[in-house]
């Protein structure tokens, strides 16, 4: 009720609602960061798919100024190649594998499915 009432409140031109979605989608972006780098060797970090609730609806419909996305994900694809490129990840490919996230638009079950961590060894 809490961030359906934030992304309300922001769709509805509340500046501070807005910048809260902002902050939020640049936490976000920082810790998607330090799982991505873990799996940096991968080519599957390059298809992120956010899925819950709060992915799927956080923010949807709050344009970021002069930009097309949400402004949840424009901030979280911003600090994640920022994090990226901080951990020694080169500029071209932390771009691209921010540009890569993606919100889910399909039910977060059936995505469960598609992801089985039991297939990948951690990199140490």
């Keep these: ?3 359906d009432g934030l992304t309300r409140t922001a769709t509805n031109g509340n500046q ?3 910048d809260e979605l902002r902050s ?3 936490e976000m972006g920082t810790a998607l960061a330090a799982f991505i780098w873990q799996f940096r060797d991968f080519e599957a970090v390059e ?3 956010l899925v819950s ?3 799927e609806k956080l923010g949807k419909g709050v344009k970021a100024t002069g930009s097309r996305e949400d402004v949840l994900m424009d901030a979280l694809r911003e600090s994640l190649a920022t994090a ?3 951990r020694g990840m080169a500029g071209g490919r932390a771009g691209a594998v921010a540009a890569g996230v993606v919100s889910s638009k399909i039910g977060r079950e059936r995505e469960y499915l598609a992801f089985d961590p039991a297939r990948f060894e ?3």
Excluded: D, F
């Design 1 to 3: 009720m809490l961030l």
């Design 16 to 18: 501070w609602a807005c």
């Design 24 to 26: 939020i989608g640049a």
């Design 47 to 49: 298809h992120i798919a």
């Design 53 to 55: 609730t709060i992915a």
């Design 84 to 86: 990226l490129m901080e």
């Design 122 to 124: 951690v990199p140490s």
